[in-house]
Structure formats: C-alpha cells, structure tokens
C-alpha cells in the first residue's frame, strides 16, 4: 500500500506495528496510531484509516506528526536527527470536496514558494475516488478498499491476500488470533490507566492495586516508580 501511495516501488519496511500506542508522550490526549511502519532508509509512517470525516481532521493530522516527532527525540536529542514522517490519511469520503484521488501536504516558505523542507509529509488519500478511466494502480487502490470480495479486486496482491483471510481455514484461524491479541491489547492498556488512576489517588496499597486490576505487583512497582513521568 505505501509503495503505491508513494510512489515508491522499492520501498521496504523494516518495523510494522498495528495500534502503536504514543499514550505516555504528550498530554492529556492520547494517540494511538492504526498502523505504524520505519523503512529500510528509518523514515517513518503512520497511517490511518478514517470512516468519519472529524476523524481526519487536518488538526488531527498536525497533532499525528507531532507526536511522532516527540517519539523520535530522547531528552538532549539533536533536533536535526528527526527522521522523515509520513502521516497518510486514507479516507472513506472526500473530505477535500475536490473530487481528487490524493492530495500532499507540504510546508513552504510563503514568500519564495520554495519547499520549507523539514521532513514532515502528510497525505490524503480520497477513498470515495471513482473514475473508471484512472487505471493508476493508487486508483486501483481505492476500489480495492471498497471491495468485500476477493474476486471484485483488481490488484492480485490484495486480492490474494484477502481470499487467503477470508477463504481458507490457515487464513481465519490467524485473523481471529490476531483479533483476540488486540482486543486483550486494549484491555491491558485499560488496567494500566485504571492503576495509574489508583496511584495517584493514594488510597489504595500497591498489592491491592495489583488485586483490583489483576496486573502484577512488579508492574504496579513500575508505574509507581515511574509515575511523575505519566502525563495526567
């Protein structure tokens, strides 16, 4: 998919992470990324698949990159070692109203025109993009994604792909194991916040914490050692 977003056909990822979780780097808002990936050359992507047009806001895209960027630099970092991110917005409709298939967002210097060239990139990809004579492989895509069948899929690695999830018993039986690791994913992060709650209440004993959450004593011991660092 990012090789035909970008462009970019020798493009390989060296890390892929679904539900990437940047809870504990900025404030009081949470980001959880939907798929999050570093290539061979340590550029980095986020991208997310947006139903609701509030849900890709352009803020929402700002505040993604952001916290990226504070992902990447430990404390006395060089701000010049940020690497390149890309943040791809793949959405159901046209939230541009400008009916074209993607659109890149770029800062520039507004008095020259010249590219500000600080290694942020934000993408938006039209998902309601629908004109039979755009045989791109990017449109292809998009038709892709509305697909529920294999069989109506024009690109064979994703038509592939699904028919192996969808239609064989290897391909289910790995879906539902993935399902079920993400949703106790979830519900380990559920506890976590639930105790950090608890500890800073004061009311409540490490071992009755680890009690009521059902996590362990010596992750209890962790989040308390560490608990000034935990954003409110």
């Known amino acids: 998919m990012l090789r035909i977003i970008l462009a970019k056909p020798d493009l390989i990822l060296t890390k892929e992470e679904t539900q990437y979780d940047l809870k504990y780097i900025l404030g009081n808002r949470s980001v959880t990324l939907d798929v999050f990936g570093i290539d061979s050359t340590g550029k980095q992507y986020d991208c997310e698949v947006r139903k609701a047009d509030d849900g ?64 942020e990139h934000i993408i938006y990809v039209n998902g309601a993009y629908d004109d039979p004579s755009d045989s791109s492989d990017l449109a292809k895509l998009v038709h892709d994604f509305r697909c529920n069948q294999a069989s109506d899929m024009l690109l064979p690695p994703f038509a592939n792909k699904t028919r192996f999830f969808k239609e064989t018993q290897e391909g289910v039986d790995r879906m539902c194991k993935i399902m079920e690791e993400t949703v106790n994913d979830t519900r380990y992060r559920e506890k976590v916040g639930i105790a950090v709650a608890m500890l800073r209440d004061g009311k409540l004993s490490n071992e009755d914490i680890a009690k009521y959450t059902g996590l362990p004593l010596e992750k209890i011991n962790e989040l308390k050692a560490n608990l000034e660092d935990v954003p409110a």
């Open 56 to 119: 890709a806001d352009r803020k929402r895209a700002r505040y993604h990159s952001a916290a990226m960027d504070v992902d990447n630099l430990e404390a006395r970092g060089k701000f010049k070692d940020l690497p390149d991110t890309f943040v791809i917005f793949f959405t159901e409709n046209d939230v541009f109203g400008t009916g074209h298939l993607i659109h890149t967002v770029e800062r520039v210097d507004t008095i020259t025109g010249e590219p500000f060239d600080d290694g």
